[in-house]
């Protein structure tokens, strides 16, 4: 396939409304940590951290263009600016009004089930195939409550669930622990990717290959990754097949596409550990790199929890069999599992998203590496809007999910062009980009002909043909 440049359409792009007016807010700023802090989130909250630093912009000679071909521009506001422009309501947080989020979704989870159990029977549906179906799509709609479910857990542990640490902890850690979700563990290693969200060497999820990585897994070197042939779309499929099964499981067990510098963790953890089964790396263990000594009880506290949610299941197992327990309970786990990996992969994951060494990184760059897309009612409503607002959500994580929509409108003035999403065709414009960015997101490298701070920046390229090609590089000249 010839590659080709081609503009990205309007629909990517929301028009941006001047409806919210600027108000200030008299939330405090911190300043953005350029390395991993001691102070791991377990004891402080996870809401966005500011950076008024500005990091110097070397002469750049050559511009800088993203998958589409489309020139990039570095951000060139602070989150002072996002915050200020935030209406002061937006931060404002209840307990009651999020317990009853709660209480609405394990009601539906419970009235579902109820309905199932009792009218879905060989005595009401004496079809089979019938009857199969409907429990199909038993599993399909208690995944997609299930993962509302576990989007609350995520505000609990941001804290924008309520004022009340203690409140958002407790709940928090009851839901995600039904989910089999080692609670406290998450919301370390969670509060770490928020910190670095784009950076190369220290974000915890989805960090992409690097040219030279992508070419040493595909065994060429990286001067032979532009004559590549195209990767089939059935290895494109199997890919994504094992990663939205499988994807969520392996992250907590070895921290697949999270960054790999374990070695420079400031208690000296990460000594001979990397990613991958076996590597020392996951969210169980209380040595694993990701956490700290201070945070070994809540590590255990997570797996307490995960351990109570087993013997659970164990004994419905064992009672009703595993054929029911299935139906009931791990078939809506896979499905929350996809889901759970699906969102996050499309808020890091697009042709038009930067990601940054560290020279080139801050905590606002970052932050707006990030992209919001498109549900509809079961993204608002079912998934209490985490696709919608995420762009916002990097940028103040304390603003909880009923104030998202207003309050993202209001950043769009600051933000402007670096402002991204993509709401072309809805909840089906939401699952095409999953193929999408799978064909054209293989790894990132810099513009070509980029210097200076420039060289930092990195933009997705691919072997399929798709948008900007990949550069070509010189080889060295035979000794």
Known sequence: MSSSIINRRDAL???NTTDSVPSSSSTSIAPSPLHTPRQSSSSSSLSSLDSTEVIPLEKVNAKMLDTYGNE???????????????????????????????ARDIASLASVFYIFHNFVTPENIPSAPFRTFLWTMYTVVQGLVGTGVWVLAHECGHQSFSPSKRLNDTVGWVLHSSLLVPYFSWKISH??????????????????????????????????????????????????????????????????????????QLEGRGRGKQNG?????????????????????????????????????FAIGSKYGMANLTVWYILPYLWVNHWLVAITYLQHTDPSLPHYEP??????????????????????????????????????????????????EAIKTVMGEHYRSDVEGGSVGFLKSLWKSARWCQWVEPTKGAEGEAKGVLFYRNRNGYGMPPQKPVLPAAQ
């Not at 009880?297 to 299941?313: E, H, N, P």
């Not at 801050?362 to 985490?386: K, P, S, V, Y």
């Open 13 to 15: 792009q929301r028009t």
């Open 72 to 102: 990039f521009k570095l951000p060139n506001f602070t989150v002072k600016d996002i915050r200020d422009a935030i209406p002061a309501h937006c931060y404002q947080r209840s307990g009651v009004r999020g317990l009853g989020y709660v």
């Open 191 to 264: 509060g770490k990717h928020h910190k670095a969200t784009g950076n190369l060497e220290r974000d915890m999820v989805f960090v992409p290959k690097t040219r030279e990585q992508y070419a040493s897994k595909s065994g060429c070197y990286v001067h032979e990754l532009s004559e590549l042939a195209e990767e089939t779309p059935i290895v494109t499929a199997v890919t994504m097949l094992v990663q939205q099964l499988g994807g969520w499981i392996y992250y907590l067990v070895s921290n697949v596409t999270g960054h790999n510098y374990h070695e420079r």
């Open 277 to 313: 089964i076996l590597g020392g790396v996951n969210h169980f263990n209380p040595s694993s790199p990701l956490y700290e000594a201070k945070d070994a009880q809540l590590i255990y506290l997570s797996d307490l929890g995960l351990a109570i949610t087993a013997s659970v299941l």
């Open 359 to 408: 020279h080139a990184w801050n905590f606002t760059r970052g932050a707006a590496a990030t992209i919001d897309r498109e549900f509809g009612f079961i993204g608002r409503q079912i998934l209490h809007g985490i696709i919608e607002t995420h762009v916002l959500h990097h940028y103040v994580s304390t603003i909880p999910f009923y104030n998202a929509d207003e309050a993202s």
